[in-house]
């Protein structure tokens, strides 16, 4: 985890981030829980409650929504945002659906 990433948060089950995670600068991860080998790019955000399974990503600008459970191995696209459980991942100018 990088000097620049904001980091807060809240246990959420037994941790919070796992093993062989990487957490790229500018990221916000606001008390979700990441599971083991999940790469969060710059500008990232996630928060409170959200559940990211294992090897999956969240590229460059891209949001996990509060109480989103994203699926291993799942992908959200640069600049998308992920809602839902399970997650609905979606263009960011689909907001009356988010």
């Keep these: 985890m990088r000097a620049s990433t904001?980091?807060?948060g809240r246990a959420v089950g037994k941790r919070i981030v796992g093993d062989h995670c990487?957490?790229?600068p500018n990221a916000h991860v606001k008390g979700a829980l990441l599971e083991d080998q999940v790469?969060?790019?710059?500008?990232?955000a996630m928060f409170h409650a959200?559940?990211?399974g294992s090897g999956a990503?969240?590229?460059i600008?891209?949001?996990v929504h509060i109480r989103t459970r994203l699926e291993p191995g799942a992908t959200v696209p640069?600049?998308?945002v992920a809602v839902g459980d399970p997650a609905r991942i979606l263009l960011p100018d689909r907001h009356d659906e988010i």
């Design 22 to 24: 990487l957490i790229g």
């Design 61 to 63: 600008h891209a949001t």
């Design 39 to 44: 790469f969060v790019a710059t500008g990232a």
């Design 50 to 52: 959200a559940k990211i």
């Design 6 to 8: 904001r980091w807060s």
């Design 57 to 59: 990503e969240i590229r």
């Design 78 to 80: 640069i600049g998308w």
